[in-house]
């Protein structure tokens, strides 16, 4: 392996005379605000994502993740939850162990019973054992904002470094969902990550390769939807790898060529490698029974995934979420209820989810990343595997949310900070009044990121008019609708339409379904989670439509007279 890569000769500098305890005064003076304003905007998105989980009970798919997480903690066996490998949720289980939660090893049931069952009816508080578990999701964000600020700053300098991570810190989309127990925000945040040091790699490839391989193995072992960047960091490997050794000169053409070749092979096999370790972690004797139904998949599909290099639980993963791509998935754009998916859901939702100063940032970010010259080297490392997942997710039969594209904001967040690489007067001012009209409107919707849509869109509180499920409502404000019921409806009926996984009664919700009774003994409070008012039909539909609206909890929940 010795002499496999070659790092380009780097002339020697010129020799300077140590610097006056003066002038290092100076200088330590004139960088002291770099870190103090990289720390101010973390902290402000770690005061944001934290206040946030306190108060928000468990999304639909959180449960899961934490009882599974609990599984592998205590049990050290994969049992439930192998649609998505067990890196994140051995992550989320490590905040999960430091709150000792209180286990019940005789428990058996679907997974989604197993997570209400921890946190519901095993003597554990739930407020605190959610807490625990996002704790270390937020931790991950936090530390992908650092990459975001280092991929940037080698690319466009300190002031677009700080513009990208101001676009970060202030994401809805990411504060929103990195402050909850799942998935999305750090397969996305270890892709970034893989991409920023093949970017490296162009430098010194024989260290930076195998570690962008490591971090493509550590998306590949938290969330299968991160497989169709493989071949793109994998060829952009080859190219770092061909540009450190000489650039691919005509007389070392071959020499080079295997080079990178074998640097694609080695960021494949790190890759792999973190990916069997993940589950040797779990089990290190790989016992795998699956107790739910593991459909077979023909043609193609079948092909791929018996060709995948992993352990058969990972295989079988893949084979369940193929299996969730057939089934009838309903969705909702612009108040249009529809069975199947629309290829331009994924793009229709941003505009309504995102600021709008990050939408124009967004797009003149790649349009300069492309354009100008100096920059175009970097553009694949930055746009190519963002465009390829976006590309994927927009054939996904599950219109169900933007966390499916919140790789987009790590992305181009740096692609952003490239505008100022513009040497424009205009440039600097315009850049810098889009980053705080993002901010004013993400400090704007505290606490209800989850719900945001842009101003264009009406704010937070008309987003269920356009959107539903995780764009808006995802079960996370049953803590928010007991108290308000408490505070204003004392003593009233009060009937509940709840999607989500928390358990109304631990909340000291009294509460009945009112699709079961005919719609004339409906008398009182109604309480309706907006994602199952956006699907209502028959009978919740002819509620819904007979009585009035008088209150609205966290953006997600609509309380209706009747």
């Not at 006056?20 to 605000?33: D, E, H, L, M, Y």
């Not at 676009?167 to 799942?182: E, K, N, R």
């Not at 019921?485 to 009233?492: A, F, K, N, Q, T």
């Amino acid at each position: 392996m010795r002499g496999l890569w070659i790092t380009p000769a780097v002339p020697r500098p010129l020799s300077l005379p140590p610097p006056s305890p003066a002038g290092a005064t100076r200088r330590c003076r004139g960088r002291w605000p770099l870190p103090l304003l990289v720390a101010l905007l973390l902290a402000q998105m770690a005061f944001a994502m934290v206040t946030t989980a306190v108060r928000q009970t468990p999304t639909i798919d959180e449960p899961v993740y934490v009882g599974a997480a609990v599984e592998y903690t205590h049990e050290h066996r994969l049992r439930h939850n192998p649609e998505h490998p067990p890196l994140g949720k051995l992550v989320i289980g490590a905040g999960v162990a430091l709150a000792d939660p209180r286990v019940d090893p005789f428990f058996t049931g679907e997974q989604g019973a197993v997570g209400r069952h921890l946190l519901y009816e095993t003597g554990n508080d739930p407020w605190w054992l959610m807490l625990w578990a996002r704790l270390p999701v937020i931790a991950l964000t936090l530390l992908f904002g650092l990459v975001v600020f280092a991929f940037a700053r080698e690319l466009s300098g300190t002031a677009g470094a700080l513009a990208a991570l101001a676009l970060y810190c202030f994401s809805p989309d990411v504060i929103a969902h990195g402050s909850l127990a799942t998935l999305d925000v750090p397969a996305a945040g270890f892709v970034l990550t893989s991409s920023w040091l093949l970017w490296r790699a162009r430098r010194g490839p024989r260290l930076c390769v195998p570690l962008a391989g490591v971090a493509l193995g550590a998306a590949l072992a938290t969330k299968m939807h991160t497989l169709p960047a493989v071949p793109v960091l994998m060829a952009l490997a080859a190219m770092s790898v061909w540009h450190a050794s000489a650039g691919g000169r005509r007389r070392d053409a071959g020499r080079v060529l295997v080079r990178a070749v074998a640097g694609a092979g080695v960021l494949a096999v790190a890759a792999v490698a973190v990916v069997w370790v993940t589950y040797l972690m779990v089990d290190p004797r790989l016992r795998w029974n699956p107790e739910q139904h593991v459909p077979t998949v023909r043609g193609l599909r079948g092909l791929l995934v018996e060709a995948l290099p992993f352990p058969e639980a990972y295989r079988d993963g893949m084979r369940i979420q193929f299996g969730l791509e057939n089934r009838p998935w309903q969705g909702f754009l612009f108040g249009r209820l529809y069975s199947g998916s629309l290829w331009y859901y994924l793009p229709a939702a941003l505009l309504v989810k995102t600021p709008l100063g990050t939408l124009a940032l967004w797009a003149a970010g790649a349009v300069v990343v492309v354009a100008v010259r100096r920059l175009r080297p970097a553009a694949p490392y930055v746009l190519a595997a963002p465009a390829v997942l976006l590309a994927a997710a927009m054939q996904g039969a599950r219109d169900l949310g933007t966390r499916y594209a919140v790789f987009l904001p790590l992305f181009l967040a740096v692609a952003a900070g490239c505008v100022l690489v513009v040497r424009r007067r205009w440039v600097p001012v315009m850049v810098g009044a889009l980053v705080a009209f993002v901010a004013a409107g993400s400090l704007r919707a505290y606490p209800y990121y989850l719900p945001y849509s842009n101003e264009v869109f009406g704010g937070p509180g008309r987003t269920r008019e356009f959107l539903h499920d995780s764009n808006v409502d995802w079960g996370q404000d049953l803590g928010r609708l007991a108290e308000r019921l408490r505070e204003r409806y004392p003593g009233e009926r009060v009937w509940l339409v709840y999607k989500g996984s928390g358990v109304p009664s631990f909340y000291g919700i009294r509460a009945r379904d009112p699709r079961g009774v005919p719609v004339g003994d409906v008398r009182g409070v109604l309480a309706v989670s907006d994602s199952a008012a956006a699907k209502a039909t028959g009978r919740l539909a002819e509620l819904i439509g007979s009585s009035r609206p008088v209150d609205d909890v966290g953006h997600s929940i609509t309380i209706y007279r009747r």
